[in-house]
């Protein structure tokens, strides 16, 4: 038996050409950190109003999830749901995988690798998504933002 595929899935992108992903997986570690002191502390006034306009029931996707903040303070904003955290860098979704199992959310909160512009996602698979600092790093915005609508 063959196993179902998505329908529509976005055709896939290269990897990204100007180095970001690397530089990511570089300051992973100290990701948290820098984005506090940079933002001035206001990432936390932020993240709360980002959760507030999501839905509260069914599968939510955070694009461009890093370390995974965002994906976590849905799963704690909103007991019934599902969280799935997409991100192209590894050493980001390393330090996120630490994270959700340290809060005990591995059932709800799944990190995978990904890109925004070519989600391996079936149309109408989320009730909501989201994308957070992550935006000023897409190639493609347009083509970002069309995938996320297209998978909600």
């Known amino acids: 038996m063959t196993p179902p595929t998505a329908p529509n899935p976005a055709p896939s992108v290269p990897a990204r050409a100007d180095g970001s ?7 992973a570690r100290r990701y948290d950190l820098l984005n506090r002191i940079l933002s001035l502390g206001l990432d936390r006034s932020w993240r709360r ?12 996707l955070d694009v ?6 965002v994906a976590l303070a849905l799963a704690k904003a909103y007991p019934q749901v599902t969280v799935t955290g997409l991100d192209p860098s590894v050493g980001m979704l390393d330090v996120g995988r630490g994270k959700v199992t340290a809060r005990q959310l591995d059932a709800r909160v799944e990190l995978i690798e990904g890109d925004a512009q070519a989600m391996p996602f079936p149309d109408n698979h989320f009730a909501g998504a989201c994308i957070a600092f992550g935006i000023r790093n ?11 609508a297209r998978v909600v």
């Open 21 to 27: 992903g690397q530089m990511f997986d570089r300051i």
């Open 49 to 60: 109003k980002l959760v507030a306009a999501l839905p509260d029931q069914g599968r939510l």
């Open 64 to 69: 461009a999830t890093g370390t995974g903040d």
């Open 138 to 148: 897409v190639p493609d915005r347009a083509r970002g933002l069309a995938e996320m």
